[in-house]
């Protein structure tokens, strides 16, 4: 069965650090990974994905992921945090081949000081 | 361009009432999904749909019915409901299949009491 497994209910950085939320994936075939962001009392918002192509993924706002088939591991990062990336991140999974569902971990809060 | 819509944002019940969160999307998009959102628990899927007359359940059905007899609209009833159905709950769309972005409405915050 699918699943992500996010490290770290919570990360602070301090601005102009380096953004580092991780992400493991279960999946018996290569799947379709995903990071979204939640802003405070909004819906989610996709960020980036990894669809089979290339391993190296750049989004929105300056994030990227590297997907490592070796390690299971779909890991966000971001340079230089800004004060606008507070927010929830969501890694999620989708497998095609065992049911249309997409499937989200359990979130990790950003927090940015100033 | 309204995308996912969601009614109501806000909602309080009694114990053992029944509702029907409503989501609606116009974007002609074939699949849906229903979410809830809990502190700590990200979000955990109730039931889906790939299409018109298709559903399924997904992690935690239960206390939950669905239908989808159109492309744009997928209803989440509440049969009776309980406490621990207090949540935010999503509603998201996808174009034809997931492996797309799926878009999300801005959720209904549900209070039991």
């Known amino acids: 069965a699918q699943s992500v497994t996010q490290l770290g209910s919570h990360v602070s950085v301090s601005e102009g650090a380096l953004v580092l939320l991780r992400c493991n994936y279960s999946?018996?075939?290569?799947?379709?990974l995903f990071w979204y962001v939640q802003y405070p009392n909004q819906g989610l918002q996709l960020l980036l994905k990894?669809?089979?192509?290339?391993?190296l993924v750049k989004g929105i706002n300056g994030f990227e992921a590297e997907f490592k088939k070796s390690e299971t591991s779909f890991h966000l990062t971001k340079p230089s945090a800004h004060m606008s990336d507070a927010a929830e991140y969501f890694c999620?999974?989708?497998?095609?081949?065992?049911?249309?569902?997409?499937?989200f971990g359990a979130g990790t809060i950003l927090r940015v000081k100033s | 361009n309204a995308g996912v819509t969601q009614t109501p944002k806000f909602q309080v019940l009694k114990t053992g009432q029944s509702m029907t969160l409503q989501c609606a999307q116009d974007?002609?998009?074939?699949?849906m999904s229903w979410y809830r959102q809990d502190p700590g628990m990200g979000l955990r899927l109730i039931h889906y749909s790939v299409g018109a007359g298709i559903t399924d359940q997904g992690e935690v059905p239960n206390g939950y019915n669905v239908s989808r007899s159109t492309t744009e609209d997928f209803p989440l009833r509440l049969l009776s409901a309980a406490p621990s159905q207090t949540s935010v709950y999503f509603c998201?769309?996808?174009?034809?299949?997931?492996?797309?972005?799926?878009?999300f409405g801005q959720g209904t915050r549900l209070t039991v009491v």
């Open positions: 998201a769309s996808s174009q034809e299949g997931w492996e797309t972005e799926a878009f």
């Open positions: 999620a999974v989708s497998e095609p081949e065992y049911g249309n569902k997409l499937v």
């Open positions: 974007m002609n998009h074939e699949y």
């Open positions: 999946s018996s075939v290569p799947p379709y």
């Open positions: 990894y669809t089979s192509a290339a391993t």
